[in-house]
Nanobody, 132 residues
Framework: QEQLVESGGGSVQAGGSLRLSCVAS?????????MAWSRRAPGNEREGVAA??????????AYAEAVKGRFTISRDNAKNMMDPEMNSLNDEDSAMYYC??????????????????????WGQGTQVTVSS
């Protein structure tokens, strides 16, 4: 069974950086799947943050408006790993961050982050806390 394990969360000062990591394992793992990060802050709904997909030799990435220019997502299929680098963090970035894997969502010819129902597998999450 597919398993996703996140790591890298922690506490950071506003303006700082963190790099999260998601390692996938299990019999059903398929490196062709799209992978994504979402987050949920207390009292809020889950929010898609970024997604990444590889089609042949081309890698596509999509970002939520709130993190564009600050977050960069990448993946290493040989290691079954995906890791977003998060820079210029602010207190609105404080949340539990979840890794997800699924078939991938394309809209208007480009990769879309999609919604929660577009992803079949989820990790348990890693907490990110930004203090000002």
């Amino acid at each position: 069974q597919e398993q996703l394990v996140e790591s890298g969360g922690g506490s950071v000062q506003a303006g700082g950086s963190l790099r999260l990591s998601c390692v996938a394992s299990g019999y059903d793992y398929n490196c062709a799947w799209s992978m994504a990060w979402s987050r949920r802050a207390p009292g809020n709904e889950r929010e898609g943050v970024a997604a990444i997909d590889t089609q042949g030799s081309t890698t596509y990435a999509a970002y939520a408006e709130a993190v564009k220019g600050r977050f960069t997502i990448s993946r290493d299929n040989a290691k079954n790993m995906m890791d977003p680098e998060m820079n210029s963090l602010n207190d609105e970035d404080s949340a539990m961050y979840y890794c997800a894997a699924g078939a991938g969502v394309y809209k208007g010819g480009g990769l879309d982050i999609g919604s929660e129902r577009d992803y079949a597998y989820w990790g348990q999450g890693t907490q990110v806390t930004v203090s000002s």
